[in-house]
C-alpha cells in the first residue's frame, strides 16, 4: 500500500495532493469549528440584518419626477 501510494505521489503528484487534500477537508468540517470554540474563544458573527430599518415619521412619495409625455 505503502509503495503505491509513494509511486503515485512521485508519478502523478497533482492527482496525488489532490485526493490528499480532498480526503482532509470531511475531517476539518468536523473539527475546525471545535477548535475555534473551545481554544480561539470564537463567540460566532453577529447575524446579518434581513430588512431595512424604517424610519418612524410618515413618508412623503416623491414628487417632481413624473413622466409628461
Known amino acids: 500500500m505503502f509503495r ?3 509511486r503515485f505521489a512521485i508519478e502523478r503528484p497533482v492527482i ?3 485526493c490528499v487534500l480532498g480526503g482532509i477537508g470531511p475531517v476539518m468540517v468536523l473539527t475546525v469549528p471545535k477548535i475555534r ?3 480561539f474563544g470564537f ?3 453577529e447575524p ?3 430588512t431595512y430599518p424604517l424610519p418612524n415619521r410618515s413618508r412623503n412619495p416623491p414628487s417632481g419626477y413624473e ?3
Open 48 to 50: 446579518l440584518p434581513v
Open 67 to 69: 413622466d409628461s409625455a
Open 4 to 6: 503505491a501510494l509513494n
Open 43 to 45: 463567540k460566532g458573527y
Open 16 to 18: 496525488f495532493w489532490s
Open 37 to 39: 470554540r473551545e481554544y
